[in-house]
């Protein structure tokens, strides 16, 4: 299922500005996840030094869409005070590594410049044979333990598309 998102789409909060910051360890997906929203297509990424910056048009809504590299993680924290979203990418085939990402999503949850900011963690690659599945992830996690009201957990494919976009309307629906 896909969805052009450079064109507006059905009803939302009319002429809102939305800033949404992507988050996760290196190697997630958060880039190739980007371009899958803006342009609706696969596109082989190279892992991100710095920022990518783009911007689309979502329920009349203009996202400014922030993907900082997963091997700067000690630099997301200049960038909490400035967004309404939060898109934490996890690589669901990679279990050696849900510890550190259990570790930083711990953080993150409590961070003093997030805590009214809605976060959706999306379990990416579930294209991938042996991927963790949602529950699983889930389960590694303990995202039954966060007590918080505006954290949503999604699994998706940024390679097929899928889950993206229900991701995404699950987001949006917190701004309403």
């Known amino acids: 299922m896909g969805c052009n998102f450079g064109k507006t789409k059905g009803e939302g909060a009319a002429g809102s500005d939305k800033k949404i910051l992507f988050l996760g360890l290196d190697n997630a997906g958060k880039t190739t996840l980007l371009f899958k929203i803006k342009d609706d297509e696969f596109k082989d ?27 700067a993680r000690k630099l997301w924290k200049h960038y909490y005070d400035k967004v309404d979203g939060v898109i ?23 961070e003093p410049g997030l805590e009214t900011v809605p976060i959706l963690i999306m379990a990416n690659k579930q ?4 991927a963790l599945s949602q529950t ?6 303990n995202i039954k333990e966060i007590s918080r009201k505006n954290l949503i957990f999604h699994s998706c494919s940024a390679k097929t598309g899928d889950g993206l976009w229900e991701g995404l309307e699950k987001l949006s629906k917190l701004w309403i």
């Not at 294209?127 to 042996?130: P, Q």
């Open 136 to 141: 699983e992830v889930s389960e590694l996690l």
């Open 88 to 110: 934490m990418v996890i690589d669901s085939a990679d279990m050696d590594r849900m510890k550190i990402v259990q570790d930083e999503l711990s953080k993150i949850v409590v």
């Open 127 to 130: 294209d991938l044979e042996g």
């Open 45 to 71: 990424t190279v892992p991100t030094v710095g920022l990518n910056v783009e911007q689309i048009t979502y329920k009349d809504m203009t996202l400014t869409l922030w993907d900082v590299g997963g091997q």
